[in-house]
Every structure is written in C-alpha cells, then in structure tokens.
Nanobody, 122 residues
Framework: QVQPVESGGGWVQAGASLRLSCAASGGTFSRYTMAWFRQAPGKEREFVAAISWTGAMTKSADSVRGRFTISRDNAKNAVYLQMNSLKPEDTAAYFC???????????????WGQGTQVTVSS
C-alpha cells in the first residue's frame, strides 16, 4: 500500500504556471503507475495524466495535452505535474493516485491523496 500526499496547489491567473508535487510513502513506489486526476464541483473525477513505473510511458488527457507534463523521481518517491498555460477550466481539486497497472481509468486506482486545490481566475 502507498499513501500519496499532494502539494503545490494555489490560486493563479489564466496563463500562469503551477507545479504540483506528490510524495508517496509505503509500498514499493517504483512498481506503481502514478497518475493525476482532477474533480471540479458537480463534475465527475477525470483523468489528467499518468506515468509508468520507470517514466518510459506517459499519457495525458486531450484537454491538457501540450500544456501539462507529468514526471516522477523514484529515488524521492515523488511524482510531479507541471501545469503551464493554465485556463479557468483547469480549476479543480487535483488528486495523485497509484495503480498496479498501466491505466487511465479511475477504477484502476486504489490509492489516493487528499487532493490539492488549483484555482485559475480570468
């Protein structure tokens, strides 16, 4: 079992950048696919980006492709989400999650962080 903890959220103007961090404790971190999901009030939780065990594979949602970059540092048990050119529609609680397989589906992820709020104003 791993326990992700997110940080780095905040309030920014449209067009700005933020870097989210996720520190994971417990388990064998390097053997998990790590991903970011987000959820806005009244909306379902949606996939943002995922990264494989070694970082060789990444996947991102159409809505963020070209703007967001996911990365990981297994030596630090950490995963990051660099968010550039932020838009108001990116406003949501962002969650870090771990899965034992390569997937972009919410149901595949068993371990979740508490979330960090990202608010993008016009």
């Amino acid at each position: 079992q791993v326990q992700p903890v997110e940080s780095g959220g905040g309030w920014v103007q449209a067009g700005a950048s933020l870097r989210l961090s996720c520190a994971a404790s417990g388990g064998t971190f390097s053997r998990y696919t790590m991903a970011w999901f987000r959820q806005a009030p009244g909306k379902e939780r949606e996939f943002v980006a995922a990264i494989s065990w070694t970082g060789a594979m990444t996947k991102s949602a159409d809505s963020v492709r070209g703007r967001f970059t996911i990365s990981r540092d297994n030596a630090k048990n950490a995963v990051y989400l660099q968010m550039n050119s932020l838009k108001p529609e990116d406003t949501a609680a962002y969650f870090c999650a771990a899965a034992p397989l390569w997937s972009s589906a919410v149901a595949s992820y068993s371990y979740w962080g508490q979330g960090t709020q990202v608010t993008v104003s016009s």
